[in-house]
């Protein structure tokens, strides 16, 4: 449950009280564990990204396989977003518009997926907006 509750308060949004304190704690916790626990929850790329921010290293196998994971989330996000980009040359090949709206992130419809809070809150701004402004000038 320790590993856990220290996966849980690695992938918070804000940036924890004591940064030290926190990689103490990676330090002497079953890494590989984390990491195992972290590609079942698809959270290999959030991970990583989150102890590269914090400066926060695993070394060894757990540090080897969570790069790994985290290569294979990202290549399958720029495969994804390849994808749409040629969706969208069809599309206005085909004269129609389209624009790609939502959230920033990243492994987009992987497991890895996840999406920025902040991002998603200006989203829901937008669209509420565009709600309001569809319903009123009817």
């Known amino acids: 449950m ?17 940064v030290g304190a926190l990689a103490a704690a990676w330090a002497g916790a079953d890494a590989r564990g984390i990491v ?3 590609q079942f929850e698809g959270a290999s790329l959030w991970l ?3 102890l590269k921010a914090l400066g926060i290293t695993l070394s060894g196998e757990a540090g080897e396989t969570l790069a790994a994971a985290a290569k294979r989330a990202t290549a399958y996000s720029l495969r994804m977003e390849s ?5 969208l ?3 206005d090949a085909a004269g129609i518009a389209a624009v790609v709206f939502g959230p920033g992130g990243a492994g987009l419809h992987s497991t890895e997926e996840y ?24």
């Open 36 to 38: 195992a626990l972290a």
């Open 2 to 18: 320790r590993d856990a509750r220290l996966l849980i308060d690695t992938l918070r949004l804000s940036t924890p009280a004591d």
């Open 115 to 138: 999406v920025l809070l902040d991002d998603v809150e200006r989203c829901c701004a937008a669209l509420m907006e565009l709600a309001h402004t569809v319903t009123t000038q009817r």
């Open 89 to 91: 040359a069809i599309l």
């Open 83 to 87: 994808e749409t980009v040629a969706t």
């Open 48 to 50: 990583q990204r989150r």
